[in-house]
Nanobody, 120 residues
């Protein structure tokens, strides 16, 4: 059973870069055809897909966030990471990492989520 765990600071200052890491247990981030994504949910709003990194290392981004988002991985640690630059209070949300077994498949394995607040 794949398990995902988000980690990172819960408070980020405006204009700084938000950095989160997702540690994967029970599965490899290089398993063929798997995609590892980041999704967030601002307070009172729906889920927003931010982007993903594929088993191959290819990355995919939400066009609305692409200019500020970077997703990378460390295969030696079986982790993937999110960086979101120039944050504002509108980036306050619960951030989730998740996995799916195909690009068009639903995300089936989710982390528990981590609250990130952008505030001075």
């Amino acid at each position: 059973q794949v398990q995902l765990q988000e980690s990172g600071p819960g408070l980020v200052r405006p204009s700084e870069t938000l950095s989160l890491t997702c540690t994967v247990l029970g599965g490899s981030i290089t398993t063929s055809y798997y995609y590892w994504g980041w999704i967030r949910q601002p307070p009172g709003k729906g889920l927003e897909w931010m982007g993903a990194i594929a088993w191959s290392g290819s990355t995919y981004y939400n066009p609305s966030l692409k200019s500020r988002t970077s997703i990378s991985r460390d295969t030696s640690k079986n982790q993937f990471a999110l960086q979101l630059s120039s944050v504002t209070p509108d980036d306050t949300a619960v951030y989730y990492c998740a996995s799916r077994s195909g690009y068009s498949d639903p995300y089936v394995h989710w982390g528990q989520g981590t609250q990130v607040t952008v505030s001075s």
